[in-house]
Each structure stands twice: as C-alpha cells, then as structure tokens.
C-alpha cells in the first residue's frame, strides 16, 4: 500500500507564505504524479498543482499560478508546495494524492493523505 502524509499547514496573514509537505511511502513504483488539491467547507475539492515524480512537467491552477511553486524531493520521498501572497481565498484543507497519469481531476488519483489546514486570516 501506499501512505502519504501532508503537514507544514498553520494559520497565516494575507500576503504572508507557508510549505505543505508530503511524504510518500510504501509501494509508491508506478504512480508517477504527484499532485496537490484543497477543499473548503461547502466547496469541492478543486486542483491546485502537480508535478512528476521525476520533477517534471509542473502544471499550477490559473488560481495560484505565480504564487504557488511545486517540487519534489526524490531522496526524501517528498514533495512540496510553496505558498506565497496567500489570500483569504486559499483557506482550505489541502491534500497531497498519486496518480499514474497527469490529470487535474481528483478522480484519477488513487492515493490521498489526510490533509491539512491552511487558513489565511484577513
């Protein structure tokens, strides 16, 4: 099986930054993207980015494009996102998921973390 842990979330001021991480383990052969999605009360979980295992092809949501960078770790196992000039907007739960193909859309990934918190206080 495969586990992946998010953390690095937290409470934040508008313009103000944090990096989520992800740390993947088990049988992770196969699944060679890694992407990052976030949900906030009432809404649906919409994609924020994604990026190969390898490191390439690095594709952001219109959303946080700019302002959110994507990269992998592959000794560590781990992703991250970058988060910078956050806005209240981004409040959500964030989650980290594998899939075996470059997609955007949440159904496509077969693997999720728990999640965690970003709030960006106004």
């Known amino acids: 099986q495969v586990q992946l842990v998010e953390s690095g979330g937290g409470l934040v001021q508008t313009g103000g930054s944090l990096r989520l991480s992800c740390a993947a383990s088990?049988?992770?052969?196969?699944?060679?993207?890694m992407g990052w999605f976030r949900q906030a009360p009432g809404n649906e979980r919409e994609f924020v980015a994604r990026?190969?295992?390898?490191?390439?092809?690095?594709y952001y949501a219109d959303s946080v494009k700019g302002r959110f960078t994507i990269s992998r770790d592959n000794a560590k196992n781990t992703v991250y996102l970058q988060m910078n000039s956050l806005k209240p907007e981004d409040t959500a739960s964030y989650f980290c998921?594998?899939?075996?193909?470059?997609?955007?859309?949440?159904?496509?990934?077969?693997?999720w973390g728990q999640g965690t918190q970003v709030t960006v206080s106004s």
């Open positions: 998921a594998l899939s075996r193909a470059p997609s955007i859309d949440s159904r496509l990934y077969n693997f």
């Open positions: 088990g049988r992770t052969f196969g699944y060679f993207f």
């Open positions: 990026i190969g295992w390898s490191g390439g092809n690095p």
